[in-house]
């Protein structure tokens, strides 16, 4: 069965900070997602990270892959207020067609 | 591209009741929708994958005669809550997959929050 891992599962940083969201799996996948989640909405899309060593950026935001470790990490440089939001990464599933199997989200504030 | 939408986008109807959730791709062909939940404060939870054409899969724990998941076209997949529940009340999330693209990838709708009373 494969798991993932996220954590911190609650994260409040000032403004200004940087820190890490770590995400682990359990089994080979051959892609991770991040996603983000305001209070009430759906899903928005941040990064699909295909390949031992990617790396994508955009904003303050950055997520790597390590396929090998089985780790992928979301960097948040620099924190404002905006970023305040749940995280979520997930993992594309050989079965069930291909659904992805999510982390448990962390839930990230940002304060002044 | 790639969007897919929900109707309706929020529910509230009495405990006993059924309520059908339309999961549309609008502007591509969707072989493949699945269906998430989403309870308050947690993760989201894969339910079931609908296939166009055959009859859905569900995941452990989901009863499959309670939800009732049918895609009959590339572009709409329906769940339908029967005899709906306090405990059903939730953040329904479809996704569709496009067919049309080499990594099969998928795109998520804005969600149906039902609240059953």
């Known amino acids: 069965e494969l798991k993932v891992e996220q954590n911190p599962l609650f994260l409040s940083m000032q403004e200004g900070k940087n820190y890490t969201i770590y995400c682990n799996y359990s089994?080979?996948?051959?892609?991770l997602y991040w996603y983000r989640q305001d209070p009430g909405k759906s899903l928005e899309s941040l990064f699909v990270l295909l390949s031992n060593g990617a790396v994508k950026q955009e904003g303050r935001l950055m997520a790597s892959l390590d396929t090998k470790a089985r780790l992928s990490t979301l960097h948040i440089t620099a924190a404002v207020h905006d970023l305040s939001a749940t995280y979520f990464c997930?993992?594309?599933?050989?079965?069930?067609?291909?659904?992805?199997?999510f982390g448990k989200g962390t839930s990230l504030l940002v304060t002044p | 591209g790639a969007v897919v939408s929900q109707h309706p986008s929020r529910v509230i109807c009495k405990s006993g009741t059924s309520v059908k959730i339309e999961c549309r791709s609008l502007d591509f062909q969707a072989t493949t929708m699945f269906w998430y939940r989403q309870f308050p404060k947690q993760s989201l939870m894969l339910m079931a994958t609908?296939?166009?054409?055959?009859?859905?899969?569900?995941e452990q724990g989901v009863e499959k005669d309670k939800f009732l998941i049918n895609h009959a076209s590339l572009t709409l997949s329906t769940l339908t809550v029967t005899s709906a529940h306090p405990e059903d009340s939730s953040f329904y999330i479809c996704s569709a997959r496009d067919r049309g693209l080499a990594f099969y990838e998928q795109y998520f709708g804005p969600g149906t929050r039902l609240t059953v009373t």
């Open positions: 089994t080979t996948s051959d892609r």
């Open positions: 609908s296939n166009e054409g055959s009859k859905a899969t569900y």
């Open positions: 997930a993992v594309r599933q050989g079965n069930s067609g291909y659904a992805l199997n």
